[in-house]
């Protein structure tokens, strides 16, 4: 199958956290004039493959395709172009990664998955978090789907340059005629000298939002935790927004939170979440491409 579009790559197992991502790609692939592919990938090497016969496992890929894209036609319509793909590969999530790379995959969107009820993120979605060089949407499976992102959370560590993260949460807002919730914690709430340089950075940031003709909103909390991390900052302060939509996070590490980005606080931010998060990637190793 020749590729030949811009897509939203949707790894699908059926599952109902799948069909949570396929509706969130489908959702978005209306504001950028996307196709989106779901693409399911049989490990060649997994525990029963030594059972089966090649003959059983052509007849295997054969049902699984023909399933994948029964659900293409369901959910495909005059607006949204969906394509159906298998490919046997011995690691999930590096077909995953080196599908995205080959074809023209610009997103990608995964489910995040549940465990007796908890949330978890699964070892190939964890992966795939970590190694794609295009930006990666988890979702959960009771995550709302609307027709656009009303409201983006940008966590912020507002004592490092903030500009590549801004400007990623400007590109999606254009894009969806979204708002920005610009938000950041204050650890040394008696410090002057911290309080003021906060403030000072947060009233720029907010200044270049707005030339943007974006609306924004800056918050910086004060955290009485001895946790020393954003994570249940965020998520607490996600609770009080109604029309949150999606939290922006970048897959790199910051200098006063440690391991947040794509670390053990990322992993429990993205696990934990009630809406979509999307991990981006820095330009060292990735960098956007949809236009306006």
């Known amino acids: 199958?020749?590729?030949?579009?811009?897509?939203?790559?949707?790894p699908f197992d059926f599952g109902d956290q799948a069909f949570g991502a396929l509706n969130q790609a489908i959702s978005i692939s209306k504001h950028l004039q996307r196709q989106?592919?779901?693409l399911y990938v049989h490990q060649e090497k997994g525990a029963l493959s030594a059972f089966f016969s090649?003959?059983?496992?052509?007849?295997?890929?054969?049902?699984?395709?023909?399933?994948?894209?029964?659900?293409?036609?369901?959910?495909?319509?005059?607006?949204?172009?969906?394509?159906?793909?298998?490919?046997?590969?011995?690691?999930?999530?590096?077909?995953?990664?080196?599908f995205a790379n080959s074809t023209q995959s610009d997103l990608i969107?995964?489910?995040?998955?549940?465990?007796?009820?908890?949330?978890?993120?699964?070892?190939?979605?964890?992966?795939?978090?970590?190694?794609?060089?295009?930006p990666v949407i988890t979702v959960c499976k009771n995550c709302s789907v609307n027709d656009k992102y009303r409201t983006?959370?940008?966590?912020?560590?507002?004592t490092k340059e903030t500009r590549q993260k801004v400007n990623w949460g400007l590109k999606l807002a254009k894009i969806f005629n979204s708002k920005i919730i610009v938000v950041s914690a204050l650890w040394s709430k008696y410090d002057p000298e911290i309080i003021g340089q906060l403030r000072g950075q947060m009233s720029q940031v907010e200044k270049f939002i707005e030339k943007q003709g974006v609306m924004v909103q800056t918050e910086i909390i004060e955290s009485?935790?001895?946790?020393?991390?954003?994570?249940?900052?965020?998520?607490?302060?996600?609770?009080?927004?109604?029309?949150?939509?999606?939290?922006l996070i970048m897959t790199q590490?910051?200098?006063?939170?440690?391991?947040?980005?794509?670390?053990?606080?990322?992993?429990?931010l993205i696990r934990n979440a009630e809406v979509p998060v999307m991990a981006i990637v820095p330009h060292e190793t990735g960098q956007i491409i949809w236009g306006f």
Do not use: C, W
């Open 109 to 134: 969107v995964m489910g995040r998955g549940e465990n007796a009820n908890h949330p978890v993120i699964g070892a190939n979605t964890h992966k795939v978090l970590r190694n794609s060089k295009v």
């Open 36 to 38: 989106v592919v779901l």
């Open 253 to 268: 590490q910051e200098n006063s939170f440690t391991e947040f980005f794509l670390g053990s606080s990322a992993t429990e």
């Open 1 to 10: 199958m020749d590729f030949d579009k811009k897509n939203i790559l949707v």
């Open 224 to 247: 009485s935790s001895d946790a020393r991390t954003l994570v249940p900052i965020i998520l607490k302060y996600a609770d009080t927004i109604d029309d949150l939509d999606l939290i």
């Open 54 to 98: 090649n003959e059983e496992n052509e007849l295997f890929d054969k049902t699984v395709l023909d399933k994948l894209e029964e659900t293409a036609s369901e959910y495909r319509n005059s607006k949204i172009d969906i394509k159906a793909h298998l490919i046997r590969h011995n690691s999930i999530h590096a077909a995953i990664i080196e």
């Open 152 to 158: 983006i959370l940008l966590p912020l560590d507002l």
